[in-house]
């Protein structure tokens, strides 16, 4: 069964909004990672957090990590017309080799 | 800007026909991974390499193999594609020590057998 899930499934907002997803796990990890994936492109790395970090942010991104309740967010602040894509989640399990486990994503539309 | 390339970008290809689907790159990674992607769906990991000679399954069972003779280059054969095996194949790449990294990918290849 898959490792992460996010939810929403589906997100539509207007610019300048606040988006938040969520993803939650299942198993306990060494970092846990956001990526963007725009319409049918390769993904791109926006954010690590490892599993002794709760909070980080990187530009108008914020990220944070909740290892008890196994759980993570991404909120983008300000959201603008060009952070319309899909967004996923992706774990690094630990204990076993280094590979990721992605979840399901979230497809965010923002409106101009 | 990518530093890893999949060619080719998108290939519709008749069922039977043998296939390979490349990938590079250009960092010195020594860690390379293929995703598989339905559309709107989550990546599946198929195969992964921590170096030359080295390759190993992933989660999801694939009839595709790969190969690792050089470093760069990683890439992915179909002896003999079917419709089943329509999907967008992504390839990645991540630094060669620890697990704190995130990965790069390339921009997919997207195939469809008919």
């Known amino acids: 069964s898959q490792q992460g899930e996010e939810d929403p499934q589906a997100l539509s907002i207007q610019e300048g909004e606040n988006a938040t997803m969520n993803c939650s796990y299942k198993?306990?990890?060494?970092?846990l990672q956001w990526y963007r994936q725009n319409s049918g492109r390769g993904l791109v790395h926006l954010i690590l957090?490892?599993?002794?970090?709760r909070e980080k942010h990187s530009g108008r991104l914020r990220v944070t990590l909740d290892t008890s309740k196994k759980s993570s967010s991404l909120l983008i602040t300000a959201s603008r017309a060009a952070d319309t894509a899909s967004y996923f989640c992706?774990?690094?399990?630990?204990?076993?080799?280094?590979?990721?486990?992605f979840g399901k994503g979230t497809m965010l539309l923002v409106s101009p | 800007e990518a530093d890893i390339y999949q060619t080719p970008r998108y290939l519709v290809i008749g069922t039977g026909k043998k296939i390979t689907l490349e990938c590079s790159q250009t960092m010195g990674h020594d860690k390379m991974y293929w995703y598989q992607q339905d559309p709107g769906m989550e990546l599946h990991l198929i195969h992964y390499s921590y170096g030359v000679n080295s390759t190993e399954k992933g989660d999801l069972s694939s009839e595709s193999t790969v190969s690792r003779i050089r470093t760069e280059h990683f890439p992915l054969t179909l002896e003999s594609a079917r419709p089943s095996h329509t999907s967008q194949y992504l390839c990645?790449?991540?630094?060669?020590?620890?697990?704190?990294?995130?990965?790069?990918f390339g921009s997919g290849t997207r195939l469809t057998v008919v």
């Open positions: 992706a774990t690094v399990v630990r204990g076993r080799y280094s590979t990721l486990t």
């Open positions: 198993t306990s990890i060494n970092n």
């Open positions: 957090i490892r599993s002794n970090e």
């Open positions: 990645a790449s991540s630094e060669s020590v620890g697990s704190n990294y995130g990965y790069t």
